[in-house]
């Protein structure tokens, strides 16, 4: 009897084993399977992802592209005119200030302040009390704050000339690729990020419905609105409708 217990008990806990074996074994597969196919669902998004990357661009997307190029382009334009006006009233009066100033022996001219503790060159360099007598300079003159602040406005003006002639090279190397042979879409979309990016505040402004805020309008939106002509569909009047009578 009891060597038929101990029998029983020997199967039950081999059966039991088996049976560890087989859920293991199911786990372990499960989990193989679930890597294959996370392996074929990324290489599946990496063909369709190759597969749009290397699309390339149709006519008309390319013809799209270079309408926007032209737009900004235009507002380039316009913006390096606008700036070139005011260097030349900058420049101007910066001119008329030099005139009236006082001329040292080395032949710099020189701007005092009302209590004589300030006096700086045309360069903008402070000029010591050592360099020059501050009672050599007459009273009244151009303060030297006023002509700095003249000197800071001409500098911000010719940093956002170079920005724009920056931006002006950067359109025409995007005209080159885009015109090159088997340009791609993405290539276009990335040129397109790119140029947006690197948009200077003054073309901003001059793209009509262009928002330079940060809830600013999709720019191709803008592009269509400007490019695209207004077509006006005229119903007419049930009077206006001739019925056609066989008899």
Request: aromatic letters at 6%.
């Amino acid at each position: 009897m009891i060597q038929l217990k101990e029998h029983f008990a020997s199967d039950h806990r081999s059966h039991q084993s088996d049976w560890l074996l087989q859920q293991q074994w199911f786990i372990k597969s499960r989990h193989d399977q679930e890597k294959r196919d996370d392996k074929a669902e990324k290489l599946q998004d990496d063909l369709l992802s190759f597969a749009i990357d290397a699309l390339v661009a149709s006519e008309i997307q390319i013809e799209e592209f270079n309408m926007k190029l032209d737009q900004y382009d235009e507002s380039t334009v316009k913006a390096l005119m606008d700036n070139q006006i005011r260097i030349d009233e900058i420049n101007a009066k910066i001119e008329n200030m030099l005139a009236d100033a006082y001329v040292m022996d080395d032949g710099r001219r020189v701007f005092k302040s009302y209590d004589n503790n300030l006096i700086i060159d045309e360069f903008g360099t402070i000029v010591t009390a050592e360099e020059i007598d501050p009672n050599l300079i007459p009273n009244g003159g151009i303060a030297p704050e006023q002509y700095l602040d003249a000197l800071n406005i001409r500098n911000e003006e010719l940093e956002i000339q170079t920005q724009l002639i920056e931006f002006q090279e950067q359109l025409d190397s995007a005209r080159e690729l885009s015109a090159k042979d088997g340009v791609t879409t993405q290539e276009l979309d990335d040129l397109e990020a790119d140029l947006f990016d690197a948009l200077p505040p003054s073309v901003k402004s001059n793209i009509s419905g262009f928002d330079t805020a940060e809830n600013a309008p999709d720019v191709t939106a803008i592009f269509a609105k400007n490019a695209s002509p207004v077509v006006t569909v005229i119903t007419p009047s049930p009077s206006q409708i001739s019925t056609y009578d066989p008899n």
